[in-house]
């Protein structure tokens, strides 16, 4: 089971005192408070000894101050001293020795790529490489409060337990090493929504400026099980206008999104599943493989998200890009095609040139693949036939 840096210092940290880390850190923290069942709150004034470091019914240590009504484990804790959690996270994994103090991803810097060194590119839904390397976890900026609590909690139950993976893996055909390593990488999580467990996916906006394009994360796209008499799966954003007040664009799902102003290839699947899967049958991701530079493998969620990619992504379009479609064999994958202003044409009025591929009689790439198990000769012969090969790199 993949471990993560965060959880790596966590557990170090529960081994320095009889109190799950929260000594040691209050000591560092806040200088002569100590933590107890009922004592003083060590970050504010507080006469009336309303704070309380305790051990629950899971045997997780926690914090709760019942003046202001904060609570949470040692993260938490770690950002009463007035940090974010990104900086309390890593301010935990530093002083664990678990990174290195002042290290961010030097194998993905400018630096790197200014100098036109071999290096691995990050992928940017997550933050995460998967070529081999894993970087820091990534703090969730742009979603806060219960979106994010429900998403790092979602992932952890994932990670928690191989028969949820080895379920993943089933439902999708990937081998159950895939899997694994896509949750130990924050990649997939399955928060509550309605009091149900979904499978989700991260949400993010390009923002910047031309050159230096950067992505925010917004919220995440919950599956929800189809209802009865339902064939299909119904998804959700994670805000949205309905429930929470604040909506979430039906952005695409993009793999390799550091390259995408400078991309040579887009190619775009209907939905995040098969952008996964076709990353992965062409051996683009995987353990001891490079993510070949130039590509973006983009997959749309729902009807609305072609519009939305191209609004968002219309400044960062890159110049000379080669695009491939592997629509659905369904309405929606038939809507790409129909119509004088269809997706496929407007692609077509910004791409060098533009070839689409189905997988007969499947419906999908992710069913093909299911069926099929098609070699990295085979999808790269696929590439090929459009004129549209690409160098897959094997780490040595």
């Not at 002042?102 to 630096?111: D, I, L, M, P, V």
């Not at 952005?251 to 899967?277: H, M, R």
Request: glycine share 10%; with cysteine.
């Amino acid at each position: 089971m993949s471990v993560t840096p965060l959880q790596k210092a966590l557990a170090w940290f529960g081994e320095r005192d009889e109190m799950g880390g929260f000594l040691t850190v209050g000591k560092e923290l806040f200088a002569g408070w100590e933590p107890k069942r009922c004592c003083r709150a060590p970050h504010r004034e507080d006469r009336e000894a309303s704070f309380s470091v305790y051990r629950n019914e899971r045997e997780e240590w926690r914090f709760k101050d019942f003046g202001t009504d904060e609570q949470g484990g040692l993260v938490g804790f770690v950002m009463l001293a007035g940090m974010e959690e990104k900086q309390a996270s890593r301010w935990l994994m530093e002083k664990a020795g678990v990174i290195v103090r002042g290290s961010a991803r030097a194998f993905a810097s400018n630096g790197a790529r200014n100098r036109g060194e071999r290096k691995m590119v990050v992928w940017e839904p997550h933050g995460i490489c998967l070529g081999g390397l894993a970087a820091e976890p990534e703090t969730l900026l742009g979603i806060t409060g219960e979106a994010l609590d429900e998403w790092i909690e979602g992932n952890h139950f994932l990670a928690a337990s191989r028969d949820r993976i080895d379920a993943l893996a089933r439902f999708r055909g990937w081998p159950v090493e895939w899997a694994e390593r896509l949750v130990g990488n924050h990649a997939i999580s399955m928060p509550h929504y309605h009091g149900k467990r979904t499978v989700a996916f991260l949400v993010e906006a390009p923002e910047g400026e031309r050159g230096s394009m950067t992505a925010r994360k917004l919220g995440y796209h919950c599956r929800l099980k189809p209802r009865r008499g339902q064939v299909k799966a119904g998804w959700r954003f994670v805000p949205n206008a309905t429930e929470h007040g604040q909506s979430t664009p039906a952005l695409p799902y993009v793999i390799g999104g550091s390259q995408f102003e400078s991309a040579k290839l887009l190619v775009i699947t209907g939905g995040q599943w098969d952008a996964l899967t076709f990353a992965f049958a062409a051996g683009w991701l995987g353990k001891g493989r490079h993510w070949p530079a130039g590509v973006c493998v983009i997959g749309i969620r729902g009807d609305a998200s072609s519009n939305v990619f191209l609004r968002y992504n219309a400044r960062f379009w890159p110049p000379a890009a080669n695009c491939l479609i592997l629509p659905d064999l369904d309405l929606s994958g038939m809507k790409w095609f129909l119509g004088p202003n269809s997706f496929s044409k407007r692609l077509s009025a910004r791409c060098l040139q533009v070839a689409a591929e189905t997988f007969s009689p499947h419906k999908d790439i992710n069913d093909y693949y299911r069926a099929v198990r098609p070699t990295l000769e085979q999808i790269a012969e696929m590439l090929a036939s459009h004129g549209m090969a690409v160098e897959t790199e094997v780490a040595i």
